[in-house]
């Protein structure tokens, strides 16, 4: 688990209406959770199920941790991040300890859990779990339910892969944000935003509009493309007063950063002729040596019954 001292605020990332809209909403549940089970008395009806989870769903790069973060920095609490590559353990019964760690830690340090790649954690149980991994997965899943109904805090989850979740967590989650793919105005002020106002050394065809009309990318691409870009600038034979982010630097970055998905979603069954062909290749190699087998077999089939009848002649 890491802690983390709130930075970035909702005026760091660029979000749709609806989207912004919904971590609005989310926000005003949090600030009015004592009006409600408090003073209310919602509290002395409702003795569990009291915290507060949200699950931001959206594809990479579309904001969901920084507004996490930006959510910590509203409400004037630490972020703790958890992440379930570090809180698995191979050792068996030793990751529910560790989300029930996590949790405890929350409330002692008054902080704002957050679980990035959360479908890794809240994956569904398996029925009739029969392999000890299955029966482990189904334990920290259980385990993760019930510290959800005793916990009296705010709880993120951020996940690309929202239909992984266990049915369970429908009921326990209090609001569901999604993450779009930001629109054409979004993608602009997002260019933008991630200049320097005053430092950065922009070149006079840089044209902001036209990288956002020409490519359909996330908010995260897009930091990657300027800080490509600033890197190819900065690598140009010129002396550095010189030195400026031009408009091919930051098209040629996009570039080299769509080509870097490409790579990433490429698989060894995703060449399908190039397979099937090697699997007929092989398909008749042991059709072949079937073929010469059966014919041996013949062969010392024959013999064997020509030397029988030889032998009962004489």
Known sequence: METVVPQRTFADVILPPDTRRALDEALAQVRNHALIFSRWGLGERHTTGLGLAFNFAGPPGTGKTICAEAIAHELGMKLLVVNYAEVESMWMGETPKNIVAAFRAASEQRAVLFFDEADAIATRRSAGAV?????????????????????????????????????????????????????????????????????????????????????????????????????????????DKEKRIQQRHLERAVADVLAAKEVMRQSLFDDKPAIQQATYALEMRWRQALLVALCLSGAALVVALTALTLLLLR
Not at 132 to 161: C, H, K, M, Q
Not at 176 to 197: A, S, T
Not at 198 to 227: M, Q, W, Y
């Open 131 to 239: 392999i000890p991994y299955d029966r482990e997965s189904n334990t920290v899943v259980n385990v993760l339910l019930r510290e959800l109904e005793a916990f009296n805090g705010v709880v993120i989850f951020a996940t690309n892969l929202a239909s992984n979740f266990d049915p369970a967590f429908e009921r326990r989650i209090r609001t569901h944000v999604r993450f779009e793919m930001p629109g054409l105005g979004e993608r602009e002020r997002i260019w933008k935003v991630q200049i320097h106002p005053s430092r950065t050394p922009l070149a006079r065809d840089v044209d902001f509009r036209a990288l956002a009309e020409r490519f359909e990318i996330s908010g995260g691409d897009i930091k990657n493309a300027v800080l490509k870009a600033a890197a190819a600038a900065a690598g140009e034979p010129l002396p």
